[in-house]
């Protein structure tokens, strides 16, 4: 593997940053899992509504939810960046880690079949196969990402 | 003290802190239990307070009950944990706030599901009571309040170091 970008990500000012005190690698991960309870909050109340758990009319809170989910994630995302920054070479190689990045992939993907496809269905009380498919999907998915999330440090090879 | 040595000695112990799998699965159960209790709860603590709108009465109680779940699995893996490392986590006080904010928190939640229980409305949730509305809002301090504490026993005691 090319090491020279994680060399050069290693050397930037951000990366720098977080490892400058010993007090903010501990706050991104309080953040990090703050923000990670709300979104898996939110797309829980949405994924449940998918797959029929409840089959109330809901396309006004299932907006609002969609909007908080992408604020946590964009916390979550950013924190995340963030520790890649400060111990790049803990990523490299790291099963785990891929394998996380390609279930965020697939739960975003996933999350775009839904807007496109099936965003019409929460407006009424019906319950749909592809739904039901999108709603635990997004649940697996996801509770995929948590998983592999936490195997990050276990399967660190540097 | 003893028994928490003598836990710590277990063949289970062993395997947690020595396995490929023992340790990383159970805190990442642990992690996903957390997710779950800690997301709900926060989502009907907005609902009850108004912040989004949607639910009809009945569901409440069955959300809180999917968050009781993930607080089993918590509980579980956050034992099975307890049990592998009993003696150093006992003596760290950051990880007694997280206990104490875990009491606080479950206990909340399992008495709003069973104070929400009996409200067999059919319309949305609009006049829900302050106690809940209040008693919610506590319950969403002392979770997050848990989850930041969780996340600083590693960096305030001598436990993973």
Known sequence: MNLSIFAWISDTPVAAWVISSAYIWPILECIHFVSLCVLIGSLLVIDLRLIGFYRERCASMVKFLIRLSLMAFIANFATGLLFFAGNTFKYIDNVAFEIKLVLMMAAGINALFYKVRLGHLVDTEEVSWGSISVGYLSLLLWGGVIICGRMITFYATY | ?161
Request: net charge positive; glycine share 6%; proline share 2%.
């Open chain 2, 1 to 161: 003290m003893k028994f928490l040595s003598y836990l710590e000695a277990s063949a289970f112990s062993e395997w947690v802190l020595t396995s490929m799998l023992g340790f990383p699965t159970l805190i990442a159960l642990h992690s996903v239990g957390m997710a779950v209790a800690v997301g709900l709860s926060f989502m009907v603590t907005l609902h009850l307070n108004r912040v989004f709108i949607g639910f009809k009465a009945q569901l409440i109680p069955r959300l809180l009950g999917i968050a009781v779940w993930g607080f089993i699995l918590n509980l579980i893996t956050g034992l099975a944990l307890f049990v592998s490392r009993g003696p150093e986590y006992i003596e760290s006080y950051i990880f007694l706030i997280k206990m104490l904010l875990v009491v606080i928190s479950a206990m909340i939640l399992f008495w709003l599901r069973q104070y929400l229980r009996p409200m067999n409305l059919t319309t949305e949730v609009s006049v829900a009571d302050r106690t809940a509305k209040n008693i919610s809002l506590i319950s969403t301090v002392t979770w997050f309040g848990a989850v930041i504490a969780g996340r600083l026993i590693a960096y305030l005691s001598e436990i993973y170091r």
